[in-house]
């Protein structure tokens, strides 16, 4: 069974679920699940329906600066305790553990956010997989020699951030040099999977329960060609701008900072913590600039520009700020068209339209 009895009110449930998790209280999360697993509801369907759903919300009012960075670890920590304690009910237990074959499941390099690459390696487990979960951040050559050593039928990748589509490539084109196939999902890869289709991934699938219904439907053996045609397809990195704003990061943030003091000269008046928090946002600024000039998607960065002004609206800081920001690093890339190109697109986009709220709805509602 895959869809939740009639029976149940899985918003009211996800509620429940919400107020338990936001309290940090594991116990009382677990008591909203386990009588819905005695019931006879499905684990599956807690997993995605429930739990992983209470955990988007997380990040939702993060966003929104409802719920603070210590209460969004805590309520993370409680959910994957949570699906800890759900694997160990009786209504978890597989029958025939593994009789659909191997699959490896990963984050990719650098790739902290493991949740969601964890509630797809349980739900291949509650349908008969057996599955090498590998965790948060696994370096691609460590990720080579375990292909090697168990010979998965696939491997999946996820990636939560786009700054991490660059390594997301090369662990995709590793594996496939093996002959494994490799399914990726997760954010990084944008809404609708363009950069999973740009690199040449075997398949892309945008949740758990759609990634488990393609490995069940099989995924043809992939090949050395797959994996150099993959990186082929990468003609405008030719021109070097990918590699040299990588290279001058540090020193683009460097000159940005020096600038904008002399634009806004409040900032000098700035202490210490906020002058490394102000760096730290510039050096984001920086990656995910790189990661449109790897993927040659300005609209990457765009996204990334807006969904930051809504960020500091939230947290009451106005959004004109990035403008100085994007004027100064476009002026050091002048001569580079695709950045300049990526700076102005994303600049032109904060000036014609205000920034969204980072979320609307009641905090209530999940």
Known sequence: MTAPPTTVDLPAVR?????????????????VVFPLLDGGLDAEVVLLDVIAKVQAKVGVEWAANRVSVAQEHAASAVNDRVITAVLHHPAARVEDPGRRGRVTVACVDQEWH???????????HLRGWRVDFLGAQVPTPH???????????AVALSSSIPTRLPVAHAAISACQATGVPVLVGGAAFGPDGRYARQFGADAWAPDAREAAGILERGLPPTGME????????????????????????????????????????????????QRHHT????????????????????????????????????RGVPATVLRPTLDLLG??????????????????????????????GSQDAV
Do not use: N
């Open 226 to 273: 797959t994996a150099r045609q993959a990186i082929e397809d990468l003609p405008h990195l030719g021109d070097q701008e990918f590699t040299m704003v990588v290279g001058t990061a540090r020193q683009l943030v460097k000159q940005t900072m020096v600038d904008l003091e002399d634009r806004i000269p409040a900032l000098r008046a700035y202490t210490e913590e």
């Open 114 to 124: 493991a949740l969601p690459a964890r509630l797809l390696a349980e739900v291949l």
């Open 331 to 360: 002026g050091q890339l002048r001569d580079f068209p695709r950045a300049g190109h990526h700076v102005e697109r994303a600049r032109r986009a904060l000036t014609t339209a205000a920034p969204a709220p980072a979320t609307s």
């Open 143 to 153: 990720l080579i020699r375990h292909v090697h050593r168990t010979g998965p039928l």
């Open 15 to 31: 509620r429940a679920m919400w107020r338990a998790v936001l309290d940090g209280d594991a116990h009382g999360a677990c008591d």
């Open 279 to 314: 760096a730290e946002d510039i050096a984001h600024l920086v990656d995910f600039l790189a990661a449109s000039l790897y993927t040659d998607d300005p609209e990457l960065f765009t996204r990334f520009i807006t969904w930051m002004a809504s960020i500091l609206t939230a």
